[in-house]
């Protein structure tokens, strides 16, 4: 279990510090930047996405419904911490943001967390997300004048929410019964929270954006929506 461990997390960070050279890459970071990142959780990843880019700490807003962790970022890193009430929008003008930059993260805008066990059907849980998500990302393009928004594919075998193969095929009355039992033996306990996404929902999403595929193995593991004011021609785009 612990080799298990080792392999999916080195996995998932190589392709993390792929996903923040992309970013890098995409936009023009200065001193006076303003970045939203939303769903920061304590800011680690956006710290990491953003070292020696010069961004001045105060100008970027870590925004999660864990309070404890938005203070976490902010005493540890000098953020500006946003707490979310669960199913809220921002209370922020428009376009007040240069980037919104929002990783892994719209995939779990689905259903209130306290009824998640209780979507037992699939056409039930996904129409409630889809409606979610929707709202998700029009608040995503109110808020930022440009914004980056990666979420894992629907479509790659090994999900990364589980770290169980196929997992992310399987339809909602077969998923949670899984989930029970993996939860209790298996490596990496997960709630049912996650409404996986492809390329043809993200472009329903962000119709404005670019949309990035990042590749593993010759299949899609991520799709990210890119919206930037700078030109950028060698982005893997379909």
């Given at each position: 279990?612990?080799a298990?461990?080792?392999?999916?997390?080195k996995?998932?960070?190589?392709?993390?510090?792929?996903?923040?050279?992309?970013?890098?890459?995409?936009?023009?970071?200065?001193a006076?930047?303003?970045i939203?990142?939303?769903g920061?959780?304590?800011?680690s990843?956006?710290?990491?996405?953003?070292?020696g880019?010069?961004?001045?700490?105060?100008?970027?807003?870590?925004?999660?419904?864990?309070?404890?962790a938005?203070?976490?970022?902010?005493?540890?890193y000098?953020?500006?911490?946003?707490n979310?009430?669960e199913?809220?929008?921002?209370?922020?003008?428009?376009?007040?943001?240069?980037?919104v930059?929002?990783s892994?993260?719209?995939?779990?805008?689905t259903?209130?967390?306290?009824?998640?066990?209780?979507?037992?059907?699939e056409k039930?849980?996904?129409?409630?997300?889809?409606?979610?998500?929707?709202?998700f990302?029009?608040?995503?393009?109110?808020?930022?004048?440009?914004?980056?928004?990666q979420?894992?594919?629907?479509?790659?075998?090994?999900?990364?929410?589980?770290?169980?193969?196929?997992?992310?095929?399987?339809?909602?009355?077969?998923?949670?019964?899984?989930?029970?039992i993996s939860?209790?033996?298996?490596?990496?306990?997960?709630?049912?929270?996650?409404?996986?996404?492809?390329?043809?929902?993200?472009?329903?999403l962000?119709?404005?954006?670019?949309?990035?595929?990042?590749?593993?193995?010759?299949?899609?593991k991520?799709?990210?929506?890119?919206?930037?004011?700078?030109?950028?021609?060698?982005?893997?785009?379909?």
């Open positions: 279990m612990d298990i461990s080792r392999l999916a997390r996995f998932s960070e190589n392709a993390r510090r792929k996903r923040a050279e992309l970013f890098r890459s995409f936009f023009v970071l200065g006076q930047t303003r939203l990142d939303l920061s959780e304590d800011g990843n956006i710290h990491n996405v953003l070292a880019t010069g961004v001045k700490p105060h100008n970027v807003f870590i925004a999660d419904i864990d309070r404890h938005v203070e976490s970022g902010h005493k540890r000098g953020y500006t911490p946003v979310i009430e199913g809220s929008g921002l209370g922020f003008d428009n376009q007040v943001f240069d980037i930059y929002c892994s993260v719209i995939e779990h805008v259903v209130p967390k306290a009824e998640l066990w209780n979507y037992t059907n039930r849980f996904s129409a409630a997300s889809w409606k979610s998500q929707k709202t990302a029009a608040e995503i393009a109110r808020l930022g004048r440009q914004y980056f928004v979420t894992p594919c629907s479509t790659f075998p090994l999900e990364s929410h589980t770290w169980l193969p196929f997992i992310g095929y399987l339809p909602r009355q077969m998923l949670l019964p899984v989930l029970k939860n209790r033996y298996w490596v990496k306990a997960a709630e049912p929270d996650f409404h996986l996404l492809d390329y043809a929902k993200m472009r329903t962000f119709p404005n954006a670019q949309i990035v595929l990042e590749k593993k193995y010759g299949l899609t991520s799709v990210m929506a890119i919206n930037s004011d700078r030109d950028h021609g060698n982005a893997i785009n379909k």
